[in-house]
């Protein structure tokens, strides 16, 4: 069924009616609470408890089938055991339900994998869709309905929250309770059968309430789909992910330095940065981010200005700008004309300004009018440390007010107070009013590096994305050689022939079959050269004594080629050595790994870093998803530590940047348009000085064992 003949996702956010198969009369059911929560909720839809004994459910009519309530169902909360869950849904289709609700667990979270995809295909094939199984239901403002079994009291504001832990989420739903964040929608997806994020974000980006969009998650199911899903709604609104699983095993071994590289994490990190996702590392930071974010306009520009009574929290503001990627305000002398009238003279007129432990109110006022009415000052966190000559009294009326000036002029501002027991009582107070109010100054600075993050992004966003276009059915007369003949990586002479054939220039190179031979071409390439054993039995070459560097004469030639011959029958005697490869020894260059791979979760991706015997070692990549531009290939290259070695250093001239950028463009196209490619890595390429090129030194290709291939276009 094509997408088109789906129902509109808003029925299922604000349902005309809904009903609960599973409602139940034991107050400690999951059914019961879900029912008892539609009601208390405010919901004012039709609602619908289905119960097999039929009869009364807390005031309302109990149906004993979904078939048997007289109007038309939009939405339906499944609450029965795992057993009964698909007679449930056929039940849902014969009644054309639009969307169902599976809370019920027991299905692939415990490996029942088969029972979860059959009702997903049975509900799709019928025109429905699913949210879960194994999730908490879904609370929605637009419509007052808490179809949760968490907290009946949820707070209405602009943050909706799509979590796929069920469990975290209820837990969410009373944090935020006590954070004082504000909520349009908080869902769980669940195991994700049929709906999950990207098709939640369908609803949420448009949707006028929700102001910011936080998701937890766990893994990604279709990470394509969920590119361009992101992509589309950080255009519109800020997305906050906090996603598990950080540690190093989630990276899958591979043959190849691309794919051991690619651990799960430090690639999601990459393309979440892509997507202009803002990543937080923990739910408080998180909670900080979408609580300011939603109360708060986007600055109009970058300078930031700190106003303090203490010059040491001041030194610390500092540090977290720096840390967050706020940038301060440094022209000293408007910063003296505009601020001198509320700075002591044995304060600072620098940026932090110290107004000095004399401070009252009044001074913070004057000080925080200042930056509020100069156009080249755009946010700024005010800093207060307790001292007892401030008029305490007053703290709660200083900070509602600024903040409120500072919000109609849309100038961001942050408050960080910190002091004893009143002070405290202070933050608690003014929070629930939500205030960006916090006790430590990095907490306070954080929100605000978030909201500049986000602000860069979309300045700095370009929608095109930059393809190579080459023969593509060339290439795949030479994947299909290779599988016929069981291989699953090609040989060297079979990777350098796509090289040439998508135009990426590398060194001369012939393979030979015998000793004359190498001589022979040797003298033709011309020296020094280098030798390489071909084998499909020997991937890791230098490993087995199968590469020789620099040879400069016929003499070394005849060496290199015995000595390959014998290291290789020795180390690997069941290989089968097909013949040597003879290439031009290239010139000196910066060395530097470029790849491209198919994800398992997001597909085409490519990969860059610092290149050359320790690349394993030094770990100096980055990631991005393909397609992209080239702009994004250049931030990417510009991400390593190793970029200053790009520009020059100690005097060394600039790099052909924009030929390594050709190159990484070139290797996604290939993965992307060529059925069956899962890695290429070229390590080294050789980059040059500007308008020199660049040289892909040694290519590897591996391939799917997938016989059927296919593309990620």
Same mark, same amino acid.
């Given at each position: %069924? ?395 009326? %200083? ?315």
């Amino acid at each position: %069924m094509s997408k088109n003949n789906y129902p509109d996702i808003r029925y299922l956010f604000e349902p005309r009616s809904i009903a609960v198969i599973g409602a139940s009369r034991d107050s400690g059911k999951i059914g019961s609470k879900v029912l008892e929560n539609i009601m208390a909720g405010g919901y004012e839809g039709r609602i619908y408890p289905v119960n097999s004994t039929g009869g009364e459910l807390m005031g309302l009519q109990a149906y004993d089938s979904v078939e048997a309530v007289e109007g038309d169902v939009d939405v339906v909360s499944i609450v029965v055991p795992a057993h009964r869950v698909l007679s449930a849904v056929e039940s849902c289709a014969r009644k054309k339900v639009k969307f169902l609700m599976v809370v019920s667990s027991g299905f692939s979270e415990v490996g029942n994998m088969v029972e979860e995809k059959k009702i997903a295909l049975f509900a799709r094939e019928q025109g429905m869709r699913i949210m879960g199984p194994n999730m908490f239901g879904l609370y929605s403002a637009s419509s007052s309905l808490n179809a949760t079994f968490g907290p009946k009291e949820i707070r209405a504001g602009g943050v909706a929250i799509i979590t796929q832990s069920g469990a975290l989420g209820l837990a969410m739903i009373g944090k935020t309770s006590v954070d004082n964040v504000g909520l349009s929608t908080i869902c769980s997806v669940g195991n994700k059968s049929d709906l999950d994020e990207a098709d939640l974000l369908e609803y949420l980006v448009p949707h006028e309430d929700t102001k910011v969009i936080l998701m937890y998650i766990e893994g990604i199911k279709q990470g394509e789909k969920f590119i361009r899903a992101l992509k589309r709604a950080t255009q519109v609104k800020p997305v906050v992910v906090v996603k598990s699983g950080r540690s190093k095993r989630g990276a899958a071994a591979a043959a190849s330095h691309t794919g051991s590289l690619a651990g799960a994490d430090n690639v999601f990190d990459a393309i979440m940065m892509q997507c202009g996702v803002l990543r937080a590392e923990t739910i408080k930071e998180a909670f900080d981010w979408c609580s300011f974010m939603s109360n708060n306009s986007l600055p109009d520009g970058q300078e930031t200005v700190i106003i303090t009574n203490g010059g040491g929290i001041g030194v610390m503001a500092t540090d977290a700008s720096e840390k967050y990627g706020v940038s301060l305000y440094d022209d000293p002398g408007m910063l003296k004309k505009i601020f001198s009238p509320a700075t002591p003279e044995f304060g600072s007129l620098k940026n932090p300004i110290d107004i000095t432990g004399q401070a009252q109110s009044i001074h913070y006022d004057t000080a925080l009018d200042a930056a509020l009415y100069c156009d080249d000052i755009h946010s700024a966190v005010a800093l207060y440390c307790e001292t007892a000559v401030f008029d305490a009294e007053k703290l709660p009326v %200083m900070v509602k007010n600024n903040y409120e000036k500072f919000r109609k002029s849309k100038k961001p501002i942050l408050f960080s107070l910190f002091g004893g027991e009143n002070t405290e009582r202070c933050i608690t107070e003014l929070s629930k009013e939500q205030m960006p109010v916090y006790s430590d100054v990095y907490e306070a600075v954080s929100p605000l590096g978030a909201m500049y993050s986000y602000r860069r992004y979309l300045a700095n966003y370009v929608e095109a994305v930059d393809t190579v276009d080459f023969d593509v059915d060339a290439v795949n007369l030479i994947i299909d050689r290779a599988r016929s003949e069981k291989r699953y990586f090609l040989l060297t002479d079979e990777a350098q022939e796509i090289m040439k054939i998508a135009r990426v220039p590398i060194p001369k190179t012939v393979i030979v079959r015998s000793l004359v031979q190498a001589v022979n071409v040797s003298r033709e390439i011309g020296y020094p050269v280098v030798m390489k054993v071909v084998s499909k039995d020997i991937i890791h070459k230098s490993d087995a004594g199968g590469v020789a560097l620099d040879l400069v004469n016929e003499k070394e030639v005849i060496d290199a080629y015995e000595a390959i011959m014998r290291n290789c029958k020795a180390k690997v005697p069941e290989a089968q050595i097909e013949g040597v490869e003879v290439t031009e020894m290239v010139s000196a260059g910066t060395e530097i790994i470029a790849g491209a791979k198919i994800d398992p979760s997001f597909g085409p991706i490519v990969m860059v870093g610092l290149g050359g015997i320790y690349v394993e070692v030094m770990k100096d990549v980055a990631f991005r998803a393909h397609p992209l531009n080239r702009g994004e290939v250049l931030s990417m290259i510009e991400q390593i530590r190793s970029y200053p070695l790009l520009i020059g250093v100690r005097g060394e001239k600039t790099k052909d940047i924009g030929s390594l950028v050709d190159i990484i463009l070139t290797l996604g196209s290939i993965v992307q348009k060529c059925r069956g490619i899962t890695d290429i890595e070229i390590n080294p390429v050789m980059v040059y000085e500007q308008g020199a090129g660049a040289k892909a030194v040694d290519v590897r290709i591996l391939l799917s064992k997938d016989e059927r291939g296919g593309t990620h276009e």
